[in-house]
């Protein structure tokens, strides 16, 4: 691999906003419906189980979301990780195109699943929420928010399926 394969950002290029696709869809989403009441699901809906702060993302439709400085902070442990060229994939399909994958095995839980669970632990935290719940099914979402919850300060209890 040479050095050409990889594209690295310096800890200062690392982006401090999520993208939210919403913004620049044609057409918006359809609605999600409640089960009960079979409507479209309201905020109000959503709050006996998930943090404003995640609601507000979920619902907005602005493109750029500020990623909270604590959050930043602790992506800062892995992030910015690369991007790689699959040259061998290129060559395997025959296409001129380049193509990139990102390496999210460099986080703490070895996947890209604490992008998500950081941010999720953050959100809980802040509005004093003290134990999070959780299913896994192999184990890296487990992994990931056990480790987001620790670094916040959070019980963490992950159920996982038995195979």
């Known amino acids: 691999m040479s050095v050409d394969d990889k594209v690295l950002l310096s800890p200062r290029e690392m982006p401090r906003y999520w993208y939210n696709l919403q913004a620049d869809l044609q057409e918006p989403l359809p609605p999600v419906i409640h089960p009960v009441t079979l409507e479209p699901i309201s ?46 994939l290129e060559s395997y399909l025959q296409t001129p195109a380049q193509i990139y994958y990102k390496n999210e095995s460099l986080s703490p839980p070895g996947s890209h699943k604490p992008n998500t669970a950081v941010a999720q632990a953050y ?40 195979v």
Do not use: H
């Open 43 to 88: 905020p109000e809906d959503l709050a006996p189980i998930f943090p404003m702060g995640l609601i507000q993302q979920e619902v907005s439709k602005e493109r750029w979301i500020e990623i909270p400085e604590e959050v930043l902070e602790i992506y800062s442990i892995w992030r910015p990780t690369p991007l790689v060229r699959a040259r061998k």
């Open 123 to 162: 959100y809980n935290k802040r509005e004093g929420i003290k134990r999070l719940t959780t299913e896994t099914g192999a184990g890296q979402w487990g992994s990931a928010l056990a480790f987001a919850c620790c670094l916040f300060g959070l019980k963490c209890t992950v159920y996982m399926v038995r």
